[in-house]
C-alpha cells in the first residue's frame, strides 16, 4: 500500500505541481505522501479564516472541522505574519497539508494551488475521496496588487448567477479584482435608489423602452439589472474568493442610455433629427451644467455607500467632444477657461466628478484619456487600454496604472482572422496574449514602480448576437487567454511559452473542463496532397469534418478523397473545449467582380458608395434606415458562385444594420423574386442561379444610429 501511494505521489507531483496556472515562485519536492479521506479533519486557525474553511467544504466533503489541529491527518489554514499579503506557503507533510498566507488573500491563494493538485474533479464539487497527493511544499507571491478582469454588463446583461460563475473560474486563477462596466450607451444596469427610473427605464432596450436596440436581441425588450441587495450578495460571494468589486459609471461619454431619460443632462443645442429619425443619439454630458453634479452626486453617493472597494471608476474614454463644441455654454468655458483645449475641459468635468468620489471617502479611476489635459490630480489610478504607450504615459506621470492595452489584454478581439471578434485592436491568441511583457514593452524601473497591475478586459457589444442566453462565446473568448493574463499578473517566473503551453495542454485543459468551461483549443492543422485532404490536432484533441453549409459534423477518422477540398471543414475538439474552424486556403477565397450600389437612401459625403464599390472598404448611408428601404447591387454581368453573401452592418459586429428585411434578385433589374430572409443584418445564398441584381429591402423603422453601413459582398467562386 505504502508503495503504491508513493509511487502514484511521485507521479502526482511532477506532472501536476510543475503545472499549476499562474506558476509559482518556488516548488519543491519531499519524500512521502498524504492521503485526504473523509476523515481529514479541516482546521483553521483564525477565526478570519472560517469563510475559507466553509468554502473548502464545499469541494471537499470531510467530516471533521476544528479550531485545533490534531497530530496528523489534517489540513489546517494560518496567518504567517512572515509572508506578504497574498503570499502563502502550501507544506504537504506524510502527517497533513498546512496553508500559511500572509493574510486572507495569501490562504485563499493556497488553497487555489492545492486545488489543483487534486484531480479535476474537484471543480465539480464532487471531489472522490481518498485523494493522494505528494510531499513538497510550495512558496509563492504575486507580483502585482491588482489582478483584474473587466466584465460589460451594460451590453450584455449578466444576471447575478452568471456573475457568481465568472467570479468562482476567475478566482480560481488567483485574479482578485472584478471590474464591473455597469453603464454604456446601452444599458444602465445597478439600481439608485434615489432615481429609480435609471433601472426602470435604463435598464431595457428595444420593444416598448425608449432606448432603442443596437447589437442584437432587436425588436424585443431585454435586459436586466442588480438591486442593490442582490449586488450586496454578489459583493460579499466575491469578498470569501479574495475579489474585490469595482463598480464603473462610464461618465462624461458612453452615457446615451441617461440622456434619454434625463434628457437635460445633454448640452443645448438642437441636433439634426433626420440621421437617426429624430432618435436622441446624443451621449455626453453637458461639462458646465451645475444641476448635472447634482444629479451625479445623487448617483455616484450611492455607488460609494454600496460598494467597498476603495475605488470607484468614473469613466472618461471617448468623449464626443464634438457635442461640447456645438453647446454655447462648453465652447464659452472651454474659450475661457482651457485656450479652447475641449480636452482640457474634459479634465475639469472629471476633476468635479473625481471630487465627488473623494468627498464619499473613496479614490477615483478613470480611463486613460481622462488625462489627456495634464492636470487630472495624481489621486486617480489610470486604465491604460488603448496602447502600451498611453500605459507607459499614465506610469511616468506619476498615476497609479492598470495595464490592459487592448492588443494584448482585450479579450473581445477575434483570436484568429476567419473567427469572431473585434478587430481594431489585433487579432491575438493565447500566445500573443502571454507573450506581453513589461520589458519588451520597454517599461522604466521608475514607471513601473507606478503599475500597480493588469487587467483583462471584456465588452460585450458581440456577445448579444451570439447566443446570451448561454456562457458558450464568453467562455470561449475568455479561456484559455486569460489563465495567460492571470499568469503575467502573477508572475511568469522563468516560464516561457512553450512551458506555458505544456502546462495547459496537459493538466489546464481538464481543470477547466472540471469548471465547465468552454474554452477554445487550437484549429487542427489541414493538408491537402495527391487528392487527399487530412487533418491533425494537438494533444489528446479529436477532429470533426463537415461539409461546407451543411452544419452536420461527424468524426474525422481517416484521410479524405476529394478534388474539391475547399468544401470540407475541420474542427477540434477536446471534452468542453473546441476550435475554430479550419480549411484549406481555397476554402477562403473571394472573387471580386464589377458592381454598382443604389439606395433609397443617400449615401454620406464622406463615406460614399465607392467604397465598397471598390472593395477598399465599407461604405455608409447618410440617414438611418426606415420601412422600405432600398439597397441595390447591380453587377456588370449575372454573377455566378457557390455562395454570396450580403450584409449591413460590420462584417464583425451586427450594429448599423438593417434589424429585418430579405432579398431579392433579378437577372433584368425589372422583374424579382424574394429569395431570402435577413438575419442580423445579413443574408447568404447557397448555390444561387445567376442574377444580375440583388435588391435588400428593409421591414423595420431605423437601427438606432444615424446611418446605415454597406460592405462589399462576400463572393465565393464556383469549385
Known amino acids: 500500500m505504502g508503495r503504491s501511494i508513493l509511487t502514484l505521489a511521485a507521479v502526482l507531483w511532477y506532472s501536476v505541481a510543475s503545472a499549476v496556472i499562474p506558476m509559482p515562485r518556488s516548488v519543491e519536492k519531499h519524500k512521502g505522501a498524504f492521503v485526504v479521506t473523509p476523515s481529514t479533519t479541516l482546521v483553521y486557525g483564525d477565526e478570519s479564516l472560517r469563510p475559507l474553511a466553509v468554502y473548502f467544504l464545499d469541494y471537499v466533503a470531510l467530516r471533521s472541522v476544528n479550531t485545533v489541529s490534531p497530530d496528523k491527518n489534517y489540513i489546517r489554514f494560518g496567518i504567517d505574519d512572515a509572508l506578504e ?55 509563492d507571491a504575486p507580483q502585482f496588487s491588482y489582478r483584474g478582469f473587466m466584465l460589460d454588463v451594460a451590453r450584455t446583461w449578466s444576471d447575478a448567477d452568471r456573475v457568481k460563475r465568472y467570479i468562482d473560474l476567475i478566482s480560481y486563477h488567483k485574479i482578485n479584482k472584478l471590474h464591473l462596466h455597469l453603464t454604456d450607451d446601452e444599458g444602465w444596469r445597478i439600481e439608485i435608489k434615489s432615481h429609480p427610473e435609471l433601472t426602470r427605464i435604463g435598464a431595457w432596450r428595444g420593444g416598448s423602452s425608449p432606448i432603442r436596440s443596437v447589437y442584437g436581441k432587436w425588436g424585443e425588450r431585454y435586459g436586466g439589472y442588480f438591486t442593490q441587495r442582490s449586488m450586496h450578495e454578489i459583493i460579499e460571494y ?8 469595482i463598480p ?24 439634426d433629427p433626420v440621421p437617426t429619425d429624430g432618435y436622441e443619439y446624443r451621449s455626453a454630458w453637458c461639462a458646465v451644467k451645475e444641476d448635472n453634479y447634482a444629479l451625479l452626486e445623487d448617483i455616484i453617493g450611492e455607488i460609494c455607500e454600496l460598494f467597498p472597494s476603495e475605488y470607484v471608476h468614473v ?101 484568429s482572422k476567419n473567427e469572431d471578434g473585434h478587430t481594431w485592436a489585433a487579432i491575438f491568441d493565447v500566445e500573443q496574449c502571454y507573450s506581453f511583457d513589461f520589458a519588451k514593452q520597454g517599461f522604466t524601473a521608475s514607471e513601473l514602480r507606478n503599475v500597480e497591475g493588469v487587467e483583462a478586459t471584456f465588452f460585450s457589444e458581440l456577445y448579444i448576437s451570439h447566443n446570451p442566453e448561454t456562457c458558450d462565446y464568453l467562455d470561449y473568448m475568455l479561456f484559455p487567454r486569460l489563465c495567460a493574463v492571470s499568469e503575467i ?53 479529436s477532429v470533426s469534418t463537415s461539409k461546407e453549409n451543411s452544419g452536420e459534423w461527424q468524426r474525422y477518422t481517416h484521410p479524405l478523397k476529394t478534388d474539391k477540398p475547399a468544401e470540407h471543414l475541420f474542427r477540434s475538439e477536446y471534452r468542453t473545449a473546441v476550435s475554430p474552424e479550419a480549411a484549406v486556403p481555397s476554402h477562403y477565397d473571394c472573387i471580386k467582380p464589377a458592381f454598382k450600389i443604389t439606395s433609397s437612401m443617400p449615401e454620406s459625403p464622406s463615406r460614399g458608395f465607392s467604397y465598397a464599390e471598390g472593395y477598399k472598404g465599407v461604405s ?62 445579413r443574408v447568404k445564398l447557397i448555390d444561387p442561379k445567376p442574377f444580375r441584381f440583388a435588391r435588400l429591402v428593409c421591414t423595420t423603422e431605423g437601427n438606432g444610429t444615424p446611418y446605415v453601413i454597406i460592405p462589399s459582398p462576400r463572393i465565393k467562386p464556383v469549385l
Request: with cysteine; charged share 25%.
Open 489 to 541: 499578473a502573477w508572475g511568469k517566473n522563468g516560464s516561457d511559452w512553450e512551458n506555458f503551453r505544456n502546462r495547459l495542454q496537459t493538466k489546464h485543459y481538464d481543470r477547466m473542463a472540471g469548471m465547465g468551461v468552454r474554452f477554445r483549443i487550437s484549429p487542427p492543422s489541414v493538408n491537402y496532397a495527391d487528392g487527399r485532404l487530412t487533418a491533425s490536432a494537438d494533444g489528446n484533441a
Open 85 to 139: 499579503e497574498e503570499g502563502y506557503r502550501l507544506t504537504i507533510a506524510p502527517e497533513g497539508i498546512e496553508i500559511s498566507g500572509g493574510g486572507y488573500g495569501g490562504v485563499f491563494n493556497g488553497i487555489q494551488t492545492l486545488f489543483q493538485l487534486f484531480p479535476s474533479d474537484i471543480y465539480t464539487k464532487q471531489c472522490h475521496l481518498p485523494v493522494t497527493v505528494s510531499c513538497g511544499e510550495i512558496s
Open 620 to 681: 455608409r448611408t447618410a440617414r438611418t434606415c426606415r420601412m422600405g428601404d432600398t439597397i441595390v447591387f447591380e453587377f456588370e454581368s449575372p454573377l455566378k458562385c457557390r455562395e454570396v453573401e450580403f450584409l449591413t452592418g460590420y462584417e464583425h459586429m451586427p450594429r448599423h444594420i438593417f434589424h429585418s428585411g430579405y432579398l431579392e434578385t433579378s437577372v433584368d433589374g425589372s422583374n424579382f423574386e424574394r429569395v431570402a430572409e435577413m438575419y442580423g443584418g
Open 315 to 415: 469613466g472618461g474614454d471617448e468623449v464626443d467632444m464634438s457635442q461640447w463644441k456645438r453647446c454655447p455654454h462648453c465652447s464659452d468655458y472651454a474659450a475661457a477657461n482651457c485656450d479652447n483645449d475641449f480636452s482640457r475641459l474634459q479634465e475639469v468635468f472629471m476633476s468635479r466628478v473625481n471630487d465627488i468620489v473623494i468627498r464619499h471617502g473613496k479614490r477615483p479611476a478613470v480611463w486613460n484619456e481622462a488625462i489627456n489635459g495634464g492636470t487630472l490630480d495624481c489621486e486617480s489610478r489610470v486604465y491604460g487600454w488603448e496602447s502600451v504607450k498611453e500605459c507607459r504615459k499614465s506610469a511616468s506621470a506619476g498615476y497609479g496604472t492598470i495595464v490592459m492595452p487592448g492588443q494584448f489584454f482585450y479579450m473581445d478581439m477575434r483570436q
Open 248 to 271: 464603473e459609471i462610464d461618465l462624461p461619454g458612453h452615457s446615451r442610455t441617461i440622456a434619454n431619460i434625463h434628457p437635460e443632462i445633454l448640452c443645448d443645442y438642437t441636433p
Open 238 to 245: 466575491a469578498a470569501v474568493r479574495n475579489i474585490e468589486i
